[in-house]
């Protein structure tokens, strides 16, 4: 069974960092893409970043380039999420999802999210 | 970015009823087009990959068809645990970008 479980959200002040993880397991995790997805508090979903199944190329959304940084640990089948220069507006749910077997974009399982909050 | 347009942004609907929502791409993305189901406080789920692909343990009550640019996710007697927001996603390019949502309420 497919699990992918978040962590590391929390209140963070404007300028702020943060790391997110998202432990994976149920599948081999280097064989897929994975990606970050957030959602705004009662607004819809936004792609933030994400990693191919190779580890070795990333993407990332315009509105966090430059801020945001996606790893993996393949070693322990976790992603990451270094979030740096933090600002109102990244609040949010943040989710981790699987890519579909041979469909980088296509998004066939969630994790549960961690709430980011950044206020001060 | 391709851009994408759902519609409406919430209905009204009874069970048993057929919903229908739309989306539109601001250009072709061939059939690269997701349904995502979400019901309040939980992820998103993936329901239809592909335009018209049903994702394992979905009910047949859902379809989805379309091409090219306009694409419509189909549900047919519309039961209790269907009052959810509904959102569609092209996978053509990157970045993937979702539409605004459908929120499906019950009157």
């Known amino acids: 069974e497919v699990q992918l479980l978040e962590s590391g959200g929390g209140l963070v002040q404007p300028g702020g960092s943060l790391r997110l993880s998202c432990a994976a397991s149920?599948?081999?995790?280097?064989?897929?893409?994975i990606h970050w997805v957030r959602q705004a508090p009662g607004k819809g979903l936004e792609w933030v970043s994400g990693?191919?199944?190779?580890?070795?190329?990333?993407n990332y959304a315009d509105s966090v380039k430059g801020r945001f940084t996606i790893s993996s640990d393949n070693s322990k089948n976790t992603l990451y999420l270094h979030m740096n220069s933090l600002r109102a507006e990244d609040t949010a749910i943040y989710y981790c999802?699987?890519?579909?077997?041979?469909?980088?974009?296509?998004?066939?399982?969630w994790g549960q999210g961690t709430l980011v909050t950044v206020s001060s | 970015d391709i851009q994408m347009t759902q519609s409406p942004s919430s209905l009204s609907a009874s069970v048993g009823d057929r919903v229908t929502i739309t989306c539109r791409a601001s250009?072709?993305?061939?059939?690269?087009l997701n349904w995502y189901q979400q019901k309040p406080g939980k992820a998103p789920n993936l329901l239809i990959y592909?335009?018209?692909n049903l994702q394992s343990g979905v009910p047949s009550r859902f379809s989805g068809s379309g091409s090219g640019t306009d694409f419509t996710l189909t549900i047919i007697n519309l039961q209790p645990e269907d009052f959810a927001t509904y959102y569609c996603?092209?996978?053509?390019?990157?970045?993937?970008?979702f539409g605004g949502g459908t929120k499906v309420e019950i009157k």
């Open positions: 250009q072709t993305i061939n059939s690269y």
């Open positions: 149920g599948f081999t995790f280097g064989n897929y893409a």
């Open positions: 999802a699987k890519a579909a077997r041979y469909q980088d974009l296509e998004f066939d399982f």
């Open positions: 996603q092209q996978s053509y390019s990157t970045p993937p970008t």
């Open positions: 592909a335009t018209s």
């Open positions: 990693l191919n199944g190779g580890g070795y190329l990333t």
